[in-house]
């Protein structure tokens, strides 16, 4: 097996004016520990391990399927009126069915499903899922991704009632980010000498960078709050920071974490509730970026205090290192 090389520390750039802190990478080792050594060590209940794992290895095994469905559309449009792409469909049916064999979850929902698919009765966990985050890169082979939340009670609940949250990034490598409540850690898809695959730490209590360095905005630019316009002004003119926006979230939120800086959706004056999903991928952010000491914020308080009654709710979505978040809510407030 290889060991895990790290880059070396980065440096802020020259001319921001928040407090420097956190290197996004998480604490170096030479040690090589897998993935289920990692949930062990940490203390993690083996039945949450087991679906944390399972859900790894089943999303690196739909990776191979890829090809097959990289074109076309399916003939009806999802839940939130959007063109489902062959591969969403496919990822969504193909984790459903895996994760219901686990024998550990009670539901799925999914923004890919209209209704939640039940599983195991007296199962453990209830799932809040984007099976494929970043559809519209699908043809363009730019990175996608997949948000998962884990939580013990059914939902509508708060992101404080997560009990883990990963996503999994298939870009030039593949990696797969976690929190259990214990900090945000990061790992690699590596194959062994046999050609057996594995997640390997990469990155052990990844902190956010301070300041930050990149930025992401959703959202129609003419359909912005002035407050908001100038705010994003700012972050140009006065933070000296640089624009990063790819259409994928997890790609995104991935640049934020291991540089620093904010991602944001935020409301518009023709979409006040912005476009990202509370469950399916805000909490599960807003927790992995809170246990790498960064904030969320939808607007009125955390993304982790946040909750609908419409599991299909959307929400308006900021978050990244401590200092920007503040920063968007002073501008907003
Ligand atoms: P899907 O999960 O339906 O692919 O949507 C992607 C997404 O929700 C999120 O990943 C991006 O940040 C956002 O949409 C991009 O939206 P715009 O196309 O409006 O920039």
Known sequence: ????????????????????????????????????QHLKRSGVDPDLRRLITSFAFVAL??????????????????????????????????????????????????????????????????????PLDG????????????????YREDLPQKGRKLVAAFYKLYGPVNTFVYTAGSGTHEFVKHYDGLGNAQFLLLGENIRIPEPGEVFGLGGDPMDWSQAFLRFAKDLFKKERMKARYSGTFAADFSQVLHRGG????????????????????????????????????SGSG???DAVD?????????????????????????
């Open 309 to 333: 009654k419409d599991v299909d709710a959307r929400v308006p979505l900021y978050l990244g290192s401590k200092a920007l978040v503040k920063k968007v809510k002073k501008a907003l407030e």
């Open 135 to 150: 559809s519209s890169n699908i043809v363009s082979n730019n990175a996608f991704g997949t948000i998962v939340g884990i």
């Open 61 to 130: 095994d739909a990776q191979h399927q890829f090809p097959k469905y990289l074109r076309g559309t399916m003939g009806e449009p999802n839940k939130y009126g959007e063109a489902v792409a062959r591969l969403d469909e496919w990822v969504n049916g193909y984790l459903c069915d895996r994760l219901i064999k686990t024998g550990l979850v009670r539901k799925i929902y999914s923004e890919e499903l209209k209704e939640p698919l039940l599983g195991h009765g007296g199962a453990p966990f209830v799932v809040a899922m984007d």
């Open 262 to 297: 904010i991602f944001a959706y935020p409301s518009t004056k023709k979409s006040p509730r912005g476009k990202l999903r509370l469950f399916y991928e805000a909490q599960p952010m807003a927790f992995i970026m809170e246990q790498a000491g960064g904030a969320s914020w």
């Open 302 to 304: 955390s993304l982790l």
């Open 1 to 36: 097996m290889m060991l895990i090389l790290h880059q070396d520390e980065k440096q802020p750039r020259e001319g921001n004016t928040l407090q420097k802190q956190g290197d996004g990478m998480g604490k170096k080792t030479d040690e090589i520990v897998t993935l289920s």
